[in-house]
């Protein structure tokens, strides 16, 4: 298939599926920024993200076969038939006053209906599906529409597999490294210095897990990330922290913890022990599901064929 532009007119040339497909793509995009009110900039990740969640389905095992069987030209061909994942429809979009950003995945999608309409949310499954990029951007949302007075993330402050011994400066900067991913995320929603203006007036907390003992945390939306690296302990202990009109949510992945052999991951246990209660949302995301460079997911699956393997 080809692609040329003249102009302000795209010519798309080639086998009539992979045509109709590429089309509903271009258009699906247009569509999505023509219709948004601040200029918005198409990536090359939201095109990738288009492709791998449109899915073509035709009344035939391959165009090109059904043809030579039944002597058609390219005219003649039937259409393919174009459905795009819910994952790309402008409901799931989240929209703060700095930035707007949209699912880009089905398992996503269902994340982001979970976010905003249980009381409790598990988002579980491997690094880069956005886990905790999108429940922060709803947190902000839902912040910004007056649904929560305060944001509070904590994690538990485990080394991934180093020791890194005596850390300089007070307790805030002790603690900043591990929960940099936090911080990173609330710039890009709220901007470094509304960031720092709240939390200095309490309206944003981030803090070691260990911080949470003893408190009821009331009209608060809760993230409680890398939690594959809380006990069991830990996490009952956080799990009942949950005040009136909150919002919890517990992202990890289970496959990555830092936690000695002996000791049980609180994110799994927690898991099994909780899963017939209605009210709490479970997500599992896939490799398929990781929006980083589209290398990573391909590095995860060869790790996972190795382990399958051995």
Same mark, same amino acid.
């Given at each position: 298939m080809n692609i040329a532009d003249r102009g302000n007119i795209l010519s798309i040339s080639g086998d009539a599926t992979d045509v109709a497909l590429a089309e509903h793509i271009i258009q699906s995009l247009w569509d999505r920024v023509s219709h948004q009110k601040k200029p918005v900039?198409? =990536?090359?990740?939201?095109?990738?993200?288009?492709?791998?969640?449109?899915?073509?389905?035709? =009344?035939?095992?391959?165009?090109?076969?059904?043809?030579?069987?039944?002597?058609?030209?390219?005219?003649?061909?039937?259409?393919?038939? #174009?459905?795009?994942?819910?994952?790309?429809?402008? $409901?799931?979009?989240?929209?703060? $006053?700095?930035? =707007?950003?949209?699912?880009?995945?089905?398992?996503?999608?269902?994340?982001?209906?979970? #976010?905003?309409? $249980?009381?409790?949310?598990?988002?579980?499954?491997?690094?880069?599906?956005?886990?905790?990029?999108?429940?922060?951007?709803?947190?902000?949302?839902?912040?910004?529409?007056?649904?929560?007075?305060?944001?509070?993330?904590?994690?538990?402050?485990?080394?991934?597999?180093? $020791?890194?011994?005596f850390l300089p400066g007070d307790m805030r900067e002790k603690i900043d490294p591990y929960l940099r991913p936090i911080y990173d995320a609330l710039n890009d929603f709220l901007g470094s210095d509304r960031v720092e203006k709240m939390l200095e007036r309490g309206e944003i907390e981030i803090a070691p897990l260990a911080f949470m003992r003893g408190r009821t945390l009331s009209h608060a939306y809760v993230v409680l990330d890398e939690a594959q690296n809380t006990t069991s302990t830990q996490m009952k202990m956080f799990l009942s922290r949950m005040g009136e009109n909150s919002r919890m949510i517990i992202t990890g992945d289970p496959s990555q913890t830092d936690l000695i052999d002996k000791e049980v991951s609180g994110l799994k246990e927690s898991m099994t022990i909780l899963s017939k209660i209605e009210e709490i949302a479970f997500i599992q995301f896939e490799n398929k599901d990781v929006v980083r460079h589209k290398l990573v997911g391909k590095i995860l699956n060869a790790y996972d064929a190795s382990k399958k393997s051995r």
């Open positions: 900039m198409v =990536s090359p990740a939201d095109i990738d993200a288009m492709i791998r969640f449109t899915n073509p389905e035709t =009344s035939s095992s391959h165009p090109s076969e059904e043809r030579k069987k039944k002597n058609m030209s390219d005219k003649d061909q039937p259409v393919a038939i #174009l459905r795009t994942s819910t994952a790309i429809d402008d $409901k799931n979009a989240i929209h703060t $006053k700095r930035r =707007s950003l949209s699912p880009r995945t089905e398992n996503q999608a269902a994340y982001v209906d979970a #976010l905003r309409s $249980k009381e409790m949310v598990y988002g579980v499954g491997p690094a880069g599906t956005g886990k905790t990029y999108l429940a922060v951007a709803v947190g902000v949302e839902m912040y910004e529409k007056g649904m929560i007075e305060r944001l509070i993330f904590c994690r538990p402050a485990v080394e991934a597999g180093e $020791k890194l011994g």
